[in-house]
């Protein structure tokens, strides 16, 4: 099993580009979810999904849009970048809501 | 303002003390979970603790959920260099989970 795998790894973008962070689990979980990372800040919550066709905003949802395309695959999608989403993007998933959670390497974006 | 506060934010110490780490809020929640994060990777779940009071031990770590639920702690006995992280607590409520802020841990042999 790979877990919860993440593309792409690195991403450097010009502001105002738009782009898709893939995420895919394969533990047949039914809950997903973006987070992002910055020093200082821990990890915060951007969008969750707690079932197939469910997603919900989370802490810091400005600026972004997601998709629960199936039930292994949630998208996070950036339609016009900017130089405050400059992040490490961490995709998550678990069995149910509020249960353990098993996260992804990580998407490093730059937004110049 | 972190819904969840970690304390220290840093902390140095050399192989063999022992330390404990603190994640402290005014919120009641469900369940808390602590994670390892190391350099370049995604946290790893270490524990999680669902009941008031509850202790769970993995080997050198001791994890104590507050009896009110609203905060826990971390206590490593004899840290050793592989213990080097940020150690992240996350508290359940509703349908999210919400993370704190870390413990940059180095353990220095």
């Known amino acids: 099993n790979a877990g919860v795998t993440q593309t792409p790894k690195f991403q450097v973008l010009k502001t105002g580009q738009s782009m898709t962070l893939q995420c895919a689990q394969d533990?047949?979980?039914?809950?997903m979810y973006w987070y992002r990372q910055d020093p200082g800040m821990g990890l915060r919550l951007i969008y969750y999904s707690a079932s197939e066709g469910t997603t919900d905003k989370g802490e810091v949802p400005n600026g972004y849009n997601v998709s629960r395309l199936n039930k292994r695959e949630f998208s996070l999608r950036l339609e016009s970048a900017a130089p405050s989403q400059t992040s490490v993007y961490f995709c998550a998933s678990s069995e149910m809501s509020v249960s353990a959670q098993y996260f992804g390497p990580g998407t490093r974006l730059l937004v110049l | 303002t972190q819904l969840l506060e970690q304390s220290p934010q840093f902390l140095s110490i050399q192989e063999g003390e022992n330390l404990t780490v603190y994640c402290n809020s005014s919120s009641v929640f469900s369940s808390l979970q602590w994670y390892r994060q190391e350099p370049g990777e995604g946290p790893v779940l270490l524990v999680t603790v669902v009941t008031g009071g509850e202790v769970k031990k993995l080997k050198r770590l001791t994890f104590q959920f507050g009896d009110a639920r609203k905060d826990s702690s971390l206590h490593i006995t004899a840290a050793q260099p592989g213990d080097t992280g940020l150690y992240l607590c996350a508290g359940g409520r509703n349908n999210d989970m919400r993370f704190g802020a870390g413990t940059r841990l180095t353990v220095k042999p």
């Open positions: 533990m047949n979980h039914n809950s």
